[in-house]
């Protein structure tokens, strides 16, 4: 197996065809038309895991500013995890996300935040993210916001500066808006 980080100096061509073939297993397009990465305003970097030249795991990481309670933080988040259903329930997935994590540690944000289903909390917290009870992460955008809670998503969140740590209570039992583009949710 081979761990990329994505995009890099020179990277492989056709990495961005291996990781959509990828999502295709988790998340199938009716129109088999994707663009990678989906929204690169926001795109950081990729870990990806490759075997026999196909992608078998992979982990969008991404970041914005965050205007929470009149307070700006940095943020980053997780977005298309996913691994390849054959290579399933051997901790390829553990490690890929923290290896994430520690990427993001290393870019020294205020925060992490994403959502997942129900079902993924204790995989995310094996990367040191913890749920947020009540609180909503509101994606897309002031007109057309994109609420988690109404795909029943929760909120994850690590709280990575003294700033952050600070004002950890404010995210607490709270709407948490993050302007992502139309339709959009980490």
């Known amino acids: 197996m081979e761990l990329l980080q994505y ?24 129109t088999g038309q994707k663009i990678f990465p989906s929204a690169p305003d926001t795109y950081v970097t990729s870990f990806v895991l490759l075997e026999n030249d196909k992608a078998i ?48 540690a290393s870019e020294k944000p ?25 609180a909503c992460f509101v994606g897309g955008t002031k007109q057309t916001p994109f609420r988690s809670d109404s795909l029943g ?8 500066s003294k700033k952050a740590v600070a004002h950890k209570e404010d995210f607490q039992n709270t709407d948490i808006f993050l302007a992502l583009g139309e339709g959009r949710l980490w």
């Open 57 to 104: 795991c992979h982990v969008g990481i991404r970041k914005t500013l965050l205007i929470h309670r009149n307070i700006q933080y940095s943020a980053y988040g997780l977005s298309e995890v996913v691994t390849h259903p054959d290579y399933q329930r051997r901790g390829i997935g553990t490690k890929m996300i923290q290896k994430a994590a520690a990427f993001i």
């Open 7 to 30: 995009p890099q100096g020179k990277s492989e061509t056709g990495i961005e065809e291996k990781i959509m073939a990828l999502e295709e297993t988790a998340w199938p397009s009716e």
């Open 153 to 160: 998503l929760v909120t994850m969140i690590n709280f990575l």
């Open 110 to 134: 205020d925060i992490s935040i994403f959502t997942c289903e129900p079902k993924r909390v204790p995989f995310y917290t094996n990367g040191g993210w913890k749920p947020l009870r009540n």
